[in-house]
């Protein structure tokens, strides 16, 4: 806190770990940096029947982990070249059996796309970055 307050940096996380220890120079070039978040979100649960409110099964798990060569928690960039959803869309995609599958959009909660769209950009690893 001691050196961060001398190079009157503002209070973040980044800026702390980065006025760490005797290493830290006397002026540091913060301009334009973003700092990169990084979210730990595991890669699946046990749970291999959903149940109700009563606890009668109600949807069952699929035995496979990934379809089409993607699986739950991939990075895609879908380049959509037809129809009224027409466009470039990028994001961590929910993977489902019959080959479409969910992508976050903004505006909306999700959006179906086939898996012929979709290019990985990075396998999951249980993380969820942003910038």
Excluded at 73 to 95: E, H, L, Q
């Amino acid at each position: 806190k001691f050196n961060r307050i001398q190079r009157s940096l503002s209070k973040t996380h980044w800026a702390d770990a980065a006025c760490v220890g005797l290493s830290t120079p006397e002026t540091l070039k913060t301009d334009g940096i973003e700092s990169l978040q990084i979210r730990a979100m595991g890669f699946c649960t046990r749970q291999m029947c959903r149940t109700d409110k009563y606890g009668f099964p109600i949807a069952h798990k699929t035995r496979e982990k990934s379809f089409f060569g993607f699986q739950t928690g991939d990075m895609v960039k879908a380049v959509v070249t037809k129809g009224k959803n027409a466009g470039t869309y990028s994001g961590r995609i929910t993977v489902r059996a019959s080959g479409y599958f969910q992508i976050p959009v903004e505006g909306r909660t999700s959006m179906k796309l086939s898996h012929k769209y979709c290019k990985v950009i990075q396998k999951a690893d249980g993380y969820r970055y942003a910038v």
